[in-house]
């Protein structure tokens, strides 16, 4: 396991804001489960790189954003998949693969890894983690290629919001009847032919996954994060895939971490040019992102043995 001096722990402001002892415990389980997965990517000669906020941090704070309480990780699509096959089979007992193909609840389009399924509440597991109860883990995602045609480009793309979209919306399209207007139309264009058998959720899912995965590095030169591109609805959002041929070891709090060596150009795909300057920017979740596992423990009223 990593080792911390104690003084790590303690609170601490950076850039103005405030950063509690059990956050930089968090970050130290977060580090932690990171560990094992290079450790993987290491023995099996997988290339990994930092992305989104934990490049940034990497480059502009030699470890976390202070307001950041994640850390994010990707890997090209044919490396991911490898990945996921090794991660179940060989992770330390206790820890937790979440994907498509390893967890059949598992909603999110990219996986993530964690060091328990529950919230700890025995002493001695949780002193082992720094003091820190909750489940923590990294997120780990698939870089697609995009293909070269435009045309092409735009009907994978269109695809994908199609199928992705309904899966994320399945209920509400469920209860209203739309569902069944909409799946006609992905058989069609798709070339499928869905079950109704109880899994409708889980195949719309693992289709649109298989095509946000159509192309292959031969078939094309830029990488992208398709549901970023998507969510950003800029088809430009994506990366000459020579950008991430080589990757280096940068600092990163405790430890180090893999970023492409041209991080700076794809820093400024991610964040624009003047990324180098600290902002405060919304992540996407509640900060901290423990906040609703100690809600549930106070809820039910458990006291853990801290």
């Given at each position: 396991?990593?080792?911390?001096?104690?003084?790590?722990?303690?609170?601490?402001?950076?850039?103005?804001?405030?950063?509690?002892?059990?956050?930089?415990?968090?970050?130290?389980?977060?580090?932690?489960?990171?560990?094992?997965?290079?450790?993987?990517?290491?023995?099996?000669?997988?290339?990994?790189?930092?992305?989104?906020?934990?490049?940034?941090?990497?480059?502009?704070?030699?470890?976390?954003?202070?307001?950041?309480?994640?850390?994010?990780?990707?890997?090209?699509?044919?490396?991911?998949?490898?990945?996921?096959?090794?991660?179940?089979?060989?992770?330390?007992?206790?820890?937790?693969?979440?994907?498509?193909?390893?967890?059949?609840?598992?909603?999110?389009?990219?996986?993530?890894?964690?060091?328990?399924?529950?919230?700890?509440?025995?002493?001695?597991?949780?002193?082992?983690?720094?003091?820190?109860?909750?489940?923590?883990?990294?997120?780990?995602?698939?870089?697609?290629?995009?293909?070269?045609?435009?045309?092409?480009?735009?009907?994978?793309?269109?695809?994908?919001?199609?199928?992705?979209?309904?899966?994320?919306?399945?209920?509400?399209?469920?209860?209203?009847?739309?569902?069944?207007?909409?799946?006609?139309?992905?058989?069609?264009?798709?070339?499928?032919?869905?079950?109704?058998?109880?899994?409708?959720?889980?195949?719309?899912?693992?289709?649109?996954?298989?095509?946000?995965?159509?192309?292959?590095?031969?078939?094309?030169?830029?990488?992208?994060?398709?549901?970023?591109?998507?969510?950003?609805?800029?088809?430009?959002?994506?990366?000459?895939?020579?950008?991430?041929?080589?990757?280096?070891?940068?600092?990163?709090?405790?430890?180090?971490?893999?970023?492409?060596?041209?991080?700076?150009?794809?820093?400024?795909?991610f964040y624009g040019d003047s990324y180098m300057t600290p902002a405060r920017y919304d992540s996407g979740?509640?900060?901290?992102?423990?906040?609703r596992q100690q809600q549930f423990l106070d809820d039910n009223h458990i006291t853990l043995p801290l």
């Amino acid at each position: 396991m990593l080792q911390f001096d104690e003084r790590f722990f303690e609170e601490e402001t950076r850039d103005g804001f405030l950063i509690s002892s059990m956050m930089k415990r968090a970050w130290a389980v977060e580090m932690e489960v990171l560990s094992q997965v290079c450790a993987l990517c290491r023995k099996y000669g997988i290339r990994y790189y930092a992305v989104y906020g934990s490049l940034l941090g990497a480059i502009r704070h030699k470890g976390y954003i202070p307001w950041d309480d994640d850390i994010d990780i990707a890997l090209r699509r044919e490396d991911y998949t490898r990945l996921l096959t090794l991660l179940a089979k060989e992770l330390p007992e206790g820890y937790f693969v979440n994907s498509y193909y390893t967890c059949e609840t598992h909603r999110q389009p990219w996986a993530s890894v964690v060091n328990t399924r529950y919230i700890l509440q025995d002493a001695e597991k949780i002193r082992r983690f720094w003091g820190c109860p909750y489940v923590c883990g990294i997120d780990i995602f698939p870089m697609d290629y995009v293909a070269v045609n435009g045309e092409e480009d735009d009907a994978q793309m269109n695809l994908y919001a199609m199928v992705f979209g309904v899966a994320q919306s399945f209920e509400e399209y469920e209860a209203s009847g739309e569902l069944y207007e909409y799946l006609p139309q992905i058989e069609k264009f798709c070339g499928v032919s869905l079950s109704d058998d109880g899994t409708l959720h889980r195949q719309l899912l693992l289709l649109a996954d298989q095509i946000a995965g159509l192309y292959r590095e031969q078939e094309s030169d830029e990488l992208t994060l398709i549901t970023s591109r998507l969510n950003r609805g800029d088809r430009n959002f994506k990366f000459p895939k020579k950008w991430f041929d080589q990757s280096a070891e940068v600092p990163f709090e405790q430890m180090t971490i893999s970023v492409p060596t041209e991080y700076d150009q794809a820093l400024r795909v991610f964040y624009g040019d003047s990324y180098m300057t600290p902002a405060r920017y919304d992540s996407g979740h509640t900060y901290p992102f423990y906040r609703r596992q100690q809600q549930f423990l106070d809820d039910n009223h458990i006291t853990l043995p801290l």
